[in-house]
């Protein structure tokens, strides 16, 4: 069953970075698009960013230009570089994938807290 490990969630200052990682382990499943997504409290879960196999990125309005979506398809690992960071991007960041066989699998969440 695919399992999906995150880290680098913490509570920063705004302008600071972060950097999330997320492993995919135990699957012989292919994995076509990684990528990330956010949920603040109160709202719904959002897309922030997603890579696919060949490399084509795709950001969310309120990241691009810093934020960096960069995978690892050899390793299963998909990473996004957060910059200039927000008090809005305060949100619980979760790690998704779509496999085949299998769709979409999701992390349980790392938080990121950015205060002003």
């Known amino acids: 069953q695919v399992q999906l490990v995150e880290s680098g969630g913490d509570s920063v200052q705004a302008g600071e970075s972060l950097r999330l990682s997320c492993a995919v382990a135990?699957?012989?499943?292919?994995?076509?698009?990684m990528g990330w997504y956010r949920q603040a409290p109160g709202k719904q879960r959002e897309l922030v960013a997603t890579?696919?196999?060949?490399?084509?990125?795709n950001y969310a309005d309120s990241v691009k230009g810093r934020f960096t979506i960069s995978r690892d398809s050899a390793k299963s690992t998909v990473d996004l570089q957060m910059n200039s960071l927000k008090p809005e991007d305060t949100a619980s960041y979760y790690c998704?994938?779509?496999?085949?066989?299998?769709?979409?699998?999701w992390g349980k969440g790392t938080q990121v807290t950015v205060s002003s």
């Open positions: 998704y994938v779509n496999t085949f066989p299998g769709g979409p699998k």
């Open positions: 890579v696919a196999r060949g490399g084509t990125t």
């Open positions: 135990k699957t012989s499943s292919i994995v076509s698009i």
